[in-house]
């Protein structure tokens, strides 16, 4: 063993009696302290004189001071320990985890890929981790964060900060003009709320996130939509307007079964038309209820904390994918 290392190995067991002598400077309070016998605390010190090369102590009377040579390691000392305790700290913490629930309020169309994504990406380095899941309408989501029903809630609009709760935005997606594949409107690239002014609208119910933002997008157009119908589920929305019933406003669908027309399905089959709008988008984000330090769960915090820092970067590919318009195959 080099030199050097050799010395630290001597050291290293005689830290923590180093710097409670380096506080109290008394050899037997010391020992009480640290619950050793007196005559331990002595040996450690000596052989701590001894690997270092020069005394680190001195009697004074009944007590002991510091040598200058021990006043300039002390520093040193309590660093090393403080550092070493930070690690066992994030142990323990990460031991907790595996052992612990995240609960989790989210609307539904994030079931399908943003809250997987998320949670694959925390299980990869907490496997043990147990997750509770409530989805449902975004008032509700945020009626439970607030409750204590759920520790985060993922929502869009995401929620405003506020006196007892934070909030932190993850990505942006567009909002489309869905209608059947056979509607005059449906081979355009782009298109204007005029032109669906005087067709049935399937809407979701008040109190969806979706809603309020069709809704401000009524408004900027000047008109109220005539609603045919209302849902709780975008699926059902989509699959109406794949039936000729209505046009809606939803984000990019995924592969549904009325994307692709096929003889089973007889003329059901839907198409997504960018919107001529500034709003037409939608902001999703993440909320947590401000909480003091010691009084929020471990598994919560560690959640929220990748989901901030990391959600963004892994849920790009969710605003890459919903870049081309999808129509229906033939």
């Not at 990505?171 to 449906?186: K, Q």
């Not at 008109?223 to 699959?239: C, K, L, M, N």
């Not at 901030?308 to 605003?319: D, F, H, I, S």
């Amino acid at each position: 063993m080099e030199p050097d290392r050799k010395q630290l190995a001597q050291l290293l067991p005689l830290l923590p009696v180093l710097a409670e002598l380096g506080r109290t400077e008394h050899v037997t309070e010391t020992a009480e302290l640290l619950g050793v016998p007196q005559s331990t605390v002595s040996r450690a010190l000596a052989r701590a004189s001894a690997a270092v090369g020069t005394e680190l102590l001195v009697r004074d009377g009944r007590g002991v001071r510091l040598t200058p040579a021990a006043r300039t390691l002390l520093p040193y000392i309590e660093q090393a320990l403080a550092e070493f305790q930070a690690g066992l700290d994030l142990v323990r913490n990460e031991s907790e985890v595996v052992r612990g629930t995240v609960s989790v309020s989210f609307q539904h169309t994030f079931g399908e890929a943003t809250l997987p994504l998320l949670i694959s990406a925390f299980r990869a380095r907490h496997p043990g981790t147990g997750f509770r899941l409530s989805q449902g309408a975004r008032s509700s989501c945020l009626e439970e964060l607030a409750s204590g029903e759920a520790d985060l809630a993922l929502t869009a609009p995401v929620a405003p900060p506020g006196k007892n709760l934070d909030s932190a935005p993850l990505y942006r997606e567009p909002l489309r003009l869905v209608v059947h594949h056979s509607h005059p409107v449906a081979r355009q690239r782009m298109a204007r709320l005029a032109d669906i002014r005087t067709e049935p609208f399937v809407a979701l119910g008040r109190g969806y996130g979706l809603r309020s933002l069709t809704d401000a997008l009524f408004r900027e157009a000047g008109y109220r939509p005539r609603i045919a119908f209302e849902s709780q589920d975008s699926h059902t929305v989509r699959g109406l307007v794949s039936a000729g019933l209505g046009v809606s406003i939803l984000p990019p669908g995924g592969d549904a079964p009325g994307r692709t027309l096929r003889p089973e399905t007889g003329d059901l089959g839907w198409v997504e038309v960018a919107l001529d709008s500034a709003l037409a988008f939608r902001e999703v984000g993440v909320s947590w209820r401000r909480r003091k330090p010691e009084s929020e769960p471990v598994p919560a915090r560690l959640f929220r904390d990748l989901v901030v820092a990391q959600g963004p970067g892994l849920l790009a590919g969710l605003v890459t994918r919903a870049g081309p318009v999808a129509r229906p195959g033939r």
